[in-house]
């Protein structure tokens, strides 16, 4: 997470945006031999948080790289931990299909990493994978999933689906490593290729907004249409037609008349994850002494998870269409308007 400048210092950064900067501090040589033994996943999620590293301060590259260095001593002290030399090294040292045997068994035992690899995705991605399995595959396929992920799985399928496959996942007593190993390639081979980078777009959010720039003899009767066959789709799209920032194009009267309608907690969380540019908007329409007591405020809140923040926005943006919806206000965007 960066600050509103863009910058670090202060913010406690994630796996990834340590990742990032790190990277960036090495030289190209060694930071492409670091990315060859990274995941397509790992690199995408580096990738996304170096875009958004705008400026890093130098005390964040000192911290960043200081730890790695700690890191890398104490795994150079122990370099494996029993289970990870079982796992690894033991398979290699008795060699050929026997320690491809014995590392297959010792990873159903101990190994999680499959079941982590499967949690990352959609639960509606991996339902429709497995539709293409062969049904024992299938079975097979969910036992090793892990039990949550499992469970997400099945909510995803049919009622006949749901019933094959759970009474074939009962029935299991054994099963060979070798026809685990299989089953887990296919899956992770079918993943690789549904995960590999892509525009990722946010269908839902893009529609609504998309939506809520027709003008209403137009979007109603299309939402009402949506909500026949999908209630819980149309009622997404309408509560997203307008975003937080949207609410940027609010003239000053709208504004005051918004803050009459809202809780203080709620307008401080909102505003403390906003961007400057939307939060000036807000304050300047305050009294000086109102506007003093709230920036001061925001200023010293700790940061917030980005869930609460959106929650907060999400809310101010109900409101502006409550009050839209009788007049009070006039919504604009882009000089169409909305509602």
Known sequence: MANEDGGTEGFKLSGAQRSAILLMYLQRDSARKVLQHLSLREVEDIGRAMAELEHVDQKTVETVVGDFVRELARS?????TGR???????????????????GGALRRLYSTEFQEYCAAF?????AALLRDEH????????????TNTAARVLNELTDDERLDVSVRMARLDGVSAEVADDVERAVRLA?????AI????????????????LARPINEPLLGRIGESDPALSDALRRRMVTFTDLGMLDDRSIQTLLKSI????????LRGADSTMRELFLRNMS????????????????????????????????????????????????????
């Open 263 to 270: 809780e203080r907690p709620t307008l401080l969380s909102a």
């Open 135 to 146: 049904p024992q595959a299938r079975a097979v396929a969910l036992m090793l999933m892990g």
């Open 198 to 213: 892509r525009w990722q777009v946010a269908g839902v959010d893009r529609t609504a907004q998309v939506l809520g720039r």
């Open 122 to 126: 959609p639960p509606r991605t991996l």
């Open 76 to 80: 150079a002290m122990v370099p494996k």
């Open 191 to 195: 993943l690789d290729e549904a995960g």
């Open 288 to 339: 000086t002494r109102a506007a003093s007591d709230l920036r001061e405020e925001i200023e010293l809140m700790a940061p917030l998870p980005r869930s609460q923040v959106q929650l907060a926005q999400e809310e101010i943006v109900q409101t502006v269409m409550r009050l839209s919806a009788d007049g009070s206000v006039r919504l604009f965007t882009s000089g169409d308007e909305l509602v």
């Open 84 to 102: 990870a030399f079982a796992l690894e090294i033991l398979p290699e040292l008795v060699g050929g299909p026997a320690g491809q045997r014995v």
